[in-house]
């Protein structure tokens, strides 16, 4: 690098090849909220393609749809009626394929969600395994089990549904009798598939294929972790642990089994046969990065979502144990870390960094105390400079580029999560990091569409809408797309495959690290200022000036980029 400036850099690390996915930034789009183009209030296909200028002007490598099947939406799409095809809310699959295509011809690649631990009660193997006798070829697509009891009356086992309540649900059989039971471990709309079967299997490949054939470039795994089930169903002992966070432990009956293993072995077969291979990316929820990392063994997935930096606080000490842990076992396989701030599912980062921290694991769902949204956005911004940083891919979820709070008082009447109903009223889910885009500073749903959208947004948004964002210096949209641009035109950011990176001794508000060549990152995640190191300002996510007497330094909750020599 020498001493060139940031603009003086011509050869940017823009992933290139068949390799991109190793330090790719995708954009997480969840489509019922992004853009609204026929102002029904749920986001579409034809939303996404009146912005994908948003998405290249912010500069990233790739995009991640949430599942756009044909659906009847109990859990937000992630209950699939058919897999080849995109719901009529959102468009049609022509439409689909223009997306892909024209999304292809801006640079970014395109990743799908699949879905195969259950499908929707309304797919077509499920009416047909109701309509079917117990013991029927259909019927062994899914996990049907007489109950226990003389007359069958009670579950098959103790096992609890990840949205409350128990995963199991009786059924009444073709002739009116109260029959079997199957499983759901999601909601009783959700029929959990029998991965044992081959049939299922070889249905699957299938669909990788028909999307694979269309362009896609890969596929995020939906509760990957999930599909193979100890066949003798034992009983599970609970602790408080809350269940969508579940990460199984050495011998549970349903999460992180062996044998899911096999199954991404034939996937990655079938992606190797792709010139250039498609690619996973794991939605993983397991005990530890070296859980993870079996997933990522070179015959397996690709990638994998790294969901213990998610749950680290915000801590200098805890970032870097955490960060450690991930980069020491991904690299035992060869495979990049993927980091993660915040996804459809878990409370916005914004929140979660502004609340009081604390002192074990970071709680991921539900309300948990007084949130000082102006500190979380700061170190929000922190937070991206370190993410944006380590060696590694990373994804994005819409809204976080502006700074998007969670809202946890949605009025209880717009509520949808199922695990709203489910838990009997008493966890409200996860709507409050799904509320739609603001586009523009008016209109019924800021410019998400011509109407109110699915769930509405606080007038505050107002504020944070891409028009007000845009063209603000010190807008959290500006740092993004600056970041953004950074880290592809400096050639230390990216995958670092094969270049450590150093860690830096800060003292234990602080974290750094040195990435060759000439790079440094510094975060203070304590209350007061730390030096910065010798070197040049590349960027900061706060300002760094009049805080320091002699020399410039750190504030507090604040992350800065630096060229060093
Ligand atoms: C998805 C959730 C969904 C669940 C069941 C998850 O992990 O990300 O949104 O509710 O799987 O499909």
Redesign the pocket.
Known sequence: MGDKTSADVTSPTIPTGSQWWREAVTYQLYIRSFADANGDGLGDVAGIRSHLEHLTTLGVDAVWI?PWYPSPQA??G??VADYRSVDPAFGTLDEGQQLIDEAHALGLKVMLDI?P??TSDEHEWFRAALASPSGSPERDRYVFRRGQGPDGAAPPNNWRS??GGPAWQRVTEPDGTPGEWYLHL?DTR?PDLNWSNREVRDEFLDVLRFWFDRGADGFRI??AHGLVKDDALPDLVYTDESL?GATGFEGHPHWDLPGVHEIYREWRALADTYDPPKIFVA?AWVTDADRLSDYLRPDELHTAFDFDFVRSPWNADRLRATATASLAAHAKVGAPVVWVLS???ITRHVTRFGRKQPEGEMPLFGAQGPVDVALGRRRARAALLLELALPGGVYLYQGEELGLEDIEDLPEEVLQD?TWQRSGHTERG?DGCRVPLPWAASGPSLGFGTGPGWLPAPSSWAELSVERQQDDPDSMLTLYRTALRLRRELPALGSGDGQPLRWLDLGADALGFTREPGFSCVINTGPAAVPIPDGEVLLASAPLDGVGVERRMVPADTAVWLRIS
Do not use: A, I, S
Request: hydrophobic residues 30%; without cysteine.
């Open positions: 949430n859990d937000g992630y209950d879905v631990n259950h990840v949205f999601f959700q939906d509760v969508l939605e996804n459809h599912d199922p996860r």
